[in-house]
């Protein structure tokens, strides 16, 4: 595993593709078998591969929040490297179907394979502004993921 040579201008590309609702361009720059390990108490918390991702804990996530507001990875900034391993910090903002403000704050640190994709990911962020703005409908469950890892 190795963090691409260049690092910044891929983690740029990320971060824009997120921001600008480009999922195509950030999907391709995950392996097709990432794990993303969520954390916190929230309906969409513990270890989600790629495709449970997009099917089951993006529709939670993105059918709370007004299309025309979302807008994630912005102000994004490289905390730390190492040779398989970055650290991100970065804002999202948008305003929830109801019409309350759902601005967060993300720390991932993502983890490459030696082909130079994402190939695992740790997301932290307020779950408790999550729980508030986004999995407060009635009827919601969580979904049935395995445990967060490290």
């Not at 590309?13 to 954390?39: C, Q, R």
């Not at 912005?74 to 190492?82: E, G, I, S, V, Y």
Request: net charge negative.
């Amino acid at each position: 595993m190795s963090t691409p040579q260049n690092l910044q201008e891929f983690l740029d590309k990320l971060y824009t593709a997120l921001s600008s609702g480009d999922v195509e361009t950030w999907v391709s720059m995950h392996s097709p078998e990432a794990i993303f390990n969520i954390a916190g108490g929230t309906i969409i918390s513990g270890q989600a591969p790629m495709p449970r991702l997009l099917s089951d804990v993006f529709p939670l996530v993105f059918g709370s929040l007004d299309p025309e507001t979302v807008r994630f990875g912005l102000r994004w900034k490289l905390m730390c490297a190492d040779d398989k391993r970055a650290t991100v910090i970065f804002e999202g903002e948008s305003t929830t179907t109801s019409g309350e403000p759902y601005n967060n704050r993300y720390i991932q640190i993502l983890e490459f394979g030696d082909d130079g994709l994402i190939h695992e990911v740790w997301e932290y962020f307020d779950t408790a502004l999550a729980n508030e703005r986004l999995f407060n409908k009635p009827g919601q469950t969580a979904l049935d993921l395995e445990s967060f890892r490290y």
